[in-house]
């Protein structure tokens, strides 16, 4: 027997009609929060700690269990599809969320939370807040100024802190939707209409629920979003990387990786880069073989005299064969540390690479100083060894009236160099580039009667050496030392270059930033450091915070965490116990994989007490498949 389908009643058809109201406004309060944090809704979540960025960014507070269950071994990335369909089987927070969280803070039961029991939970872990943060945090929770909030009554109503942490959300909606529709016009707008005008109201009031309320609804107190709580256009957040999630120790798989050029998970360029304010410079990678083929490069200082949204990238620069091999360029990145009194906190790096092949990485800045650190793997950078080298080339000859003249290839390898020094890329070398570059060649600086020889003997533009007059001045050394060529192969193997005058023992690359919101920002060079202790920090810092970790059978006090990036595996261990081990790391199993160590199968000490890493790698060929393996044993 057939059954026919009655017409709905008027009931029915209005909470058919109000349901799809309901999930229409849905659906723009998710597109809303996720254009707060993406430029388009093509853009793909690529990491856990950007899922939960944008679940906030949506009024939701997720657990690290809740994280967990979206974000497994496999994924890679997750689409703005599978975002709507998170939000709708993950609520919102609400009051009543809010209120049995911070019943949980309230320890002595009065009713209040009051300033100690506050600081006492916004300082047991994460990044730790002073008591006068804690107190400005709550004095920005007053709004109505009643004088309840003061100092002196050091008390908290429930009500309205849990009021006033709902309402910053709804602000914070509201700012998504302005952000949203601001984007969106952008989008509209001829390419010669101002970027400023009645959107300007906007800039510089960016709101982030990682920067707002943010509790964690299963009872388990406030996570630490709270710093900034009531003041939307503050970016200060106790977001940390110890309070990124962390896997718990699991049964290893193997990690298959796609190739890199074919992966769908890259970071977008933003869509109006034109309007922001740029500034670059270049640099190099050295292998030093005065302190055992160590790796330096230079570093440099980012001053930003605004909160801002920033763009980073950076990428080897092309020069001959440099940073380019026949499976792809050297790796390079740039760790984002902010100066402090008494040391640098890593904020950030450039994970992943863009459309265009750049690592970068794009997140907001409040205003201060940063220190930049370039970082390579040495994965397709390192010491060659002498039976490698060709024939030895001439670096000069005599012509006819018996004259010391340049070689044709010695005189390209120069203007490679010219090119290396000259940092800004104006074309030109000011005192301090030709200062680094001296430092680099001879370990010394130009003192002041040098730099008048320079003026006063070769061609000066504005007061800086051109390409002509560099050369010149190398034909002047080779002069004053009679055809001696030792001084000029001092010079081109300090810059990187082996006897065959190719350039395999550096990797020039260039660095540009971009910031949205601050038209002062200002990159100065530091000069040539090593790659020493505080970047070995900052790598295995953001890898016991961002990577997989395994307890090694029979050792309770060691762990090894496993990264896998974009483009990049690192392989860390975790030595907490009180006496030295030494320790296998045997990835002689993975496919299609470089390390930095040359022998996959590496053997290690590791201090007591210590983190150190064990394994950098990367595709072989970046074209095709790569397996990440690694097996750990100790040896006694």
Known sequence: MSRRLSRPSSAASHRSSGSSAHDSEFKVECKAAYLS?????????????????????????????????????????????DFVNICRREHATTTDDLMKAFRKIDINGDGYISLDELFRMLTTRGEKMTRDEVQCMIDEVDENRDGKLDYGERILYYSEFCNMLMSTTDECKKMSMKMMEKKERKKKRPSNTPRRGDDENIHGSRTSLRSNASVKPDGQGPSHSLRSVGRTGSKSSLISIDDMPRPSPRVKKDKVRTPVGSRS?????????????????????????????????????????????????????????????????????????????????????????????????????????????????????????????TKEVKLIKQDKEDKIVLSKTFKKALEDIFDMADLDGNGLLSREDFNWYNIRT???????????????????????????????????????????????????????????LVLNQACPFKLDVYTEDCRDASLEVMGLEAQAVMLEDAVCETVTAKGEVSKVKGMKDLSVYTYIGDARATVVVENQSYSKIRIQLDCSRSKNVVSNQRDLNYTLTVPSNTTVVGHHLIPRDEKAEWIVRCQESILR
């Open 37 to 81: 944090v993406y430029d388009d809704l093509k853009d793909v979540i690529s990491s856990e700690y950007d899922l939960s960025a944008v679940l906030q960014q949506s009024g939701r507070n997720p657990t690290r269990k809740i994280l967990a269950k979206y974000w497994t071994d496999e994924t890679d990335y997750l689409t703005f599809d």
């Open 265 to 389: 998970a890259k970071v977008s360029e933003p869509s109006n880069l034109r309007d922001w304010t740029h500034t670059s410079s270049k640099g190099c990678f050295f292998i030093d073989a005065d302190e055992g083929g160590q790796i330096i490069s230079h570093q440099y200082t980012l001053d930003l005299a605004d909160d801002t949204n920033v763009f980073i990238t950076m990428q080897p620069n092309r020069i001959g064969d440099a940073g380019f091999t026949d499976d792809g360029p050297v790796d390079t990145a740039i760790y984002v540390l902010r100066e402090g009194s008494s040391s640098n906190k890593i904020v950030t790096f450039t994970e992943q690479r863009d459309s265009k092949g750049r690592y970068c990485v794009r997140c907001d800045l409040s205003a201060g100083r940063y220190k930049l650190v370039p970082f390579t793997t040495g994965c397709r950078l390192y010491e060659r060894s002498a039976g490698r080298e």
């Open 442 to 500: 001879s370990g010394e600086e130009v003192a002041d009667d040098e730099w008048d020889v320079v003026e006063g003997n070769i061609e000066l533009e504005r007061g800086e050496i051109t390409k002509t007059g560099f050369i010149h001045l190398n034909q002047m050394e080779a002069e004053d030392n009679d055809g001696d060529t030792d001084d000029l192969w001092v010079t081109l193997t300090s810059m990187g270059f082996n006897k065959s």
